[in-house]
């Protein structure tokens, strides 16, 4: 029992199939990249919550208030 050939249909879907594959795969990886280089700068991370943080304002700043 021979199969039937493949329609040019299917071999056209298939390269716009795996096109977009490699592009939504290259998507994840650059999402994925850009979070553990986020992740990896520890410095001062605290929310915004609209209040104003002592520990976060400029020295500079705080001499002239103080004026």
């Known amino acids: 029992m021979a199969f039937k050939p493949e329609h040019e249909i299917y ?4 390269g716009r ?3 977009l594959g490699l592009v939504l795969v290259a998507f994840v ?3 994925f990249g850009l979070t553990v280089v986020k ?3 520890v410095g001062q991370v605290q929310g915004f919550d609209h209040v104003v943080r002592p520990e976060l304002v400029p020295v500079e ?3 002239g208030v103080s004026e």
């Open 17 to 19: 199939n795996l096109g």
């Open 61 to 63: 700043a705080e001499e």
């Open 11 to 14: 071999k056209r879907r298939f």
């Open 39 to 41: 992740v990896t700068q």
């Open 29 to 31: 990886f650059l999402v």
